[in-house]
C-alpha cells in the first residue's frame, strides 16, 4: 500500500483537472473510505469517468458512498 505516499502530490497537481490524476486521487479516497473528501473532489474537478465511479460505489457498503 504504496498509494497513500501520493496523496499530497495528486492534491497539489489536481488543479490541472487531469483525468488520470482525478481518477487516482478518486480511487484513493474511496479506498480510504473518505466519502467526504471525494465528494469535495468530484465537485471542484469534473473530468473523470462519471459511469464507472458511479457503478463502483452503487455496491460500496458504506451508504456515504452511494449518495
Do not use: C, M, T, W
Request: no cysteine; glycine share 2%; hydrophobic share 35%.
Amino acid at each position: 500500500k504504496q498509494l497513500p505516499l501520493v496523496k499530497p502530490y495528486l492534491r497539489s497537481v489536481q488543479n490541472i483537472n487531469n483525468k488520470a490524476i482525478n481518477e487516482a486521487l478518486n480511487n484513493l479516497l474511496i479506498e480510504e473510505e473518505d466519502y467526504q473528501g471525494l465528494r469535495n473532489s468530484i465537485d471542484a474537478y469534473d473530468n473523470f469517468d462519471n459511469i464507472a465511479l458511479a457503478q463502483r460505489l452503487e455496491k460500496h457498503e458504506l451508504i456515504e458512498f452511494r449518495r
